[in-house]
Each structure stands twice: as structure tokens, then as C-alpha cells.
């Protein structure tokens, strides 16, 4: 169950003419019936649980309103955050805001990343992922100090 281990895999999905996208079974599951989507560091969109979501709330809320960057941030991320509910085939609808911040126009990567869930249009994350594989190993050492 994703909610135990955290979310993990990489599923490849597509959005409809709708803006509609089946999101992975497991991830599901462990989302519940109402989650959170909003705009994602890097181009991609951040999927988050309630509780998790409840986290980046609290996190925000004690953001010092004297810095302006703080309030940007605040205005940025949480004025194009939206919560969602998935139909009975399991999609959700991807806001056209969204979907333009991000780039998705037709196939995407639905990834696990521990706590939330990342969407990335299918060729940036394709770019993205072979980048990321060049320096791995040193970015696993620079954060990890593995």
C-alpha cells in the first residue's frame, strides 16, 4: 500500500482531450477520496494527500509575511493548488492552468516520490530523468552523504 511505504514507481498515462487522467491504482488508494494538486518545483505538478497537504499548509502558514519572497511564493503556489476528487474510472481532471504550467498536452509520467506524487509531461520528464542519470551518483552523495 502506498501509504505505508510512501510513494514509489513511475507510470506512464495519458490525458485526454478532457483533461482527463487516470491516476495509477495505488496511488489511489493511498490519495483517498479528496486530495490536492498544485503547481510542482522544476515544471511538474505536486499531488498531495490531505494530511501531507495539511503539512505544506502549516508549513506555509508560519512563512514570514515581512518577506517578500515568502508572500510570492505563498501567492504562486497556493492560488493555483486545487483539490480534486477522481470519478468512478479513477481520473481527475487536470485544470487547463495546470496543464499549461506544466507543459502536459498529451502523455505524462505519473511518479512516487515519498510524500506526494509528481505529474510531468512525458518528454520533459523523459529529458529531466536522463539529466538526473548523468549525475546521479553525485547528487546521491551531495545529499545523502552516502
Given at each position: 500500500?502506498?501509504q505505508?511505504t510512501?510513494?514509489?514507481?513511475?507510470?506512464?498515462?495519458?490525458?485526454?482531450l478532457?483533461?482527463?487522467?487516470?491516476?495509477?491504482?495505488?496511488?489511489?488508494?493511498?490519495?483517498?477520496?479528496?486530495?490536492?494538486?498544485a503547481?510542482?518545483?522544476?515544471?511538474?505538478?505536486f499531488?498531495?494527500p490531505?494530511?501531507?497537504?495539511?503539512?505544506?499548509?502549516?508549513?506555509?502558514?508560519?512563512m514570514?509575511?515581512?518577506?517578500?519572497?515568502a508572500?510570492?511564493y505563498?501567492?504562486?503556489f497556493?492560488?493555483?493548488?486545487t483539490?480534486?476528487e477522481?470519478?468512478?474510472?479513477?481520473?481527475?481532471?487536470?485544470?487547463?492552468?495546470?496543464?499549461?504550467y506544466a507543459?502536459?498536452?498529451?502523455?505524462?509520467?505519473?511518479?512516487?516520490?515519498?510524500?506526494?506524487?509528481?505529474?510531468?509531461d512525458?518528454e520533459?520528464?523523459?529529458?529531466?530523468?536522463?539529466?538526473?542519470?548523468?549525475?546521479?551518483?553525485?547528487?546521491?552523495?551531495?545529499?545523502?552523504g552516502v
Open positions: 500500500m502506498a505505508a510512501g510513494f514509489v514507481g513511475e507510470y506512464l498515462h495519458t490525458v485526454d478532457k483533461g482527463r487522467v487516470a491516476l495509477p491504482s495505488k496511488f489511489r488508494e493511498a490519495l483517498g477520496p479528496r486530495f490536492y494538486i503547481r510542482g518545483l522544476d515544471n511538474c505538478l499531488v498531495y490531505s494530511e501531507e497537504w495539511a503539512l505544506v499548509l502549516e508549513k506555509i502558514k508560519n514570514p509575511l515581512n518577506h517578500r519572497e508572500r510570492d505563498q501567492r504562486y497556493l492560488s493555483g493548488a483539490d480534486v477522481p470519478d468512478r474510472q479513477g481520473r481527475i481532471v487536470l485544470p487547463m492552468s495546470l496543464r499549461e507543459g502536459i498536452t498529451k502523455d505524462v509520467w505519473i511518479l512516487g516520490v515519498g510524500t506526494r506524487a509528481e505529474i510531468w512525458k520533459v520528464w523523459d529529458r529531466k530523468k536522463i539529466d538526473i542519470g548523468k549525475t546521479f551518483s553525485t547528487i546521491a552523495e551531495s545529499v545523502t
